[in-house]
């Protein structure tokens, strides 16, 4: 976020897909380091080890909107 003008406080949406559910309270922690408080985004997080049997990785994707003045 930051090579691109950025930041965590820019955020709109997340979708963070864990490898295992169980690894929510894990993610809940270092998410709650990670954002700035007053800038948690729209959050949506779901398992994908029914779509990967043989993937273990966690993901995140995000939507930014550009700082006053950025244009895209």
Do not use: Y
């Not at 949506?44 to 550009?66: I, V």
């Amino acid at each position: 976020m930051k090579e691109a003008g950025s930041s965590c406080e820019h955020l709109l949406q997340v979708t963070i897909w864990l490898a295992d559910m169980a690894d929510f309270e894990a993610m809940n922690e270092v998410w709650d380091a990670w954002v700035p408080e007053g800038h948690s985004p729209a959050r949506a997080c779901g398992e994908k080890s029914w779509l990967f049997r043989d993937c273990w990785s966690n993901s995140l994707s995000a939507l930014l909107k550009p700082k006053t003045g950025q244009k895209l």
